[in-house]
C-alpha cells in the first residue's frame, strides 16, 4: 500500500505557505515565475489569461492592467475573480478565488513611475482589447506619445490601474506518486483561516 507522507507544510496561515512556494518557484522556473490565470465571469460566460503578480502581502495580491480591457470591463460588472499558478518544476499548483478592487492612485503611481519609459508610453498607446483595424495603429499611437511626453515625466492613465485581489479561498495542490496528490484547502470565514485537506 501507498505510503502517504504529507509534502505540504501545515501553518495557519496560508500566505506563510504562499511565500514558501513562490520563493521556490523565483529560483526554479524558467521564466514568468509571477505569471497566474486571471478569470474573470461577465454574464455567466468565464474568460482566462495570463497577467504577472505585481505584489503580494497579506492584504492580497497586486496586478496591474488597463480598466478599459476586456478584463477591467468584465471586473467592473463582476469583481469575483479567480487565479491559478501553475509551477511545472514544482509539480505544484495554487488555486485562489476572491473579489478585486482598484488599489489607490498612490500604489498604482508609485509601480508605474518604476516602469521603464517604453512601457509607460506602451501603456498610453495600446487600447487593449479594442480592435485594432490597421497595423500601424498602435506604431503611430506609440510616436504620438513618444512626442507628446518627450524630455517630460510620464504621468500614469488614469484607465491603467493595479487590482488587489482578497482571497477568500486558496487552495494547494502538491503532485504526489500515483496521484495521491495532497490538496490543503483554505477558506476564510470569520476572520480565521479553516484549513481542509481534499481528496486528489
Ligand atoms: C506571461 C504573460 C504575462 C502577461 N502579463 C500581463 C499583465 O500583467 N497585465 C495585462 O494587462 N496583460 C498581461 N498579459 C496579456 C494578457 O494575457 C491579455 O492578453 C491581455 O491583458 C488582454 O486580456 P483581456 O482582453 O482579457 O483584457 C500577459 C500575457 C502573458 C502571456
Known amino acids: 500500500m501507498l505510503k502517504h507522507k504529507d509534502l505540504i507544510d ?3 496561515n496560508p500566505f506563510h505557505l504562499f511565500n514558501k512556494w513562490y520563493d521556490l518557484a523565483r529560483e526554479t522556473e524558467i521564466n514568468d515565475p509571477n505569471a497566474m490565470t486571471l478569470s474573470t465571469v461577465l454574464n455567466n460566460q468565464p474568460s482566462s489569461r495570463v497577467v504577472l503578480l505585481k505584489s503580494h502581502d497579506e492584504n492580497g495580491f497586486i496586478f496591474y492592467t488597463n480598466s478599459n480591457s476586456k478584463k477591467g470591463r468584465s471586473i467592473s460588472e463582476n469583481n469575483n475573480i479567480a487565479l491559478n499558478f501553475h509551477w511545472k518544476t514544482q509539480n505544484r499548483q495554487i488555486r485562489i478565488e476572491g473579489q478585486t478592487n482598484i488599489v489607490s492612485p498612490e500604489i498604482a503611481d508609485s509601480y508605474f ?4 519609459r517604453g512601457s509607460q ?3 498610453w498607446s495600446s487600447n487593449q482589447s479594442d480592435e485594432l483595424v490597421t497595423g500601424n495603429e498602435l506604431i503611430d499611437n506609440i510616436k504620438k506619445f513618444e512626442i507628446k511626453y518627450k524630455n517630460q515625466e510620464i504621468p500614469r492613465p488614469p484607465h491603467w490601474n493595479g487590482y488587489l485581489v482578497k482571497p477568500q479561498l486558496i487552495e494547494f ?3 504526489m506518486p500515483f496521484r495521491a496528490h495532497d490538496r490543503i484547502l483554505y477558506t476564510f470565514i470569520n476572520n ?3 484549513i481542509n485537506k481534499l481528496y486528489p
Request: glycine fraction near 6%; charge should be positive; avoid cysteine.
Open 121 to 123: 508610453i506602451g501603456a
Open 113 to 116: 513611475n518604476s516602469r521603464p
Open 192 to 194: 480565521n483561516w479553516k
Open 173 to 175: 495542490w502538491q503532485e
Open 10 to 12: 501545515f501553518t495557519k
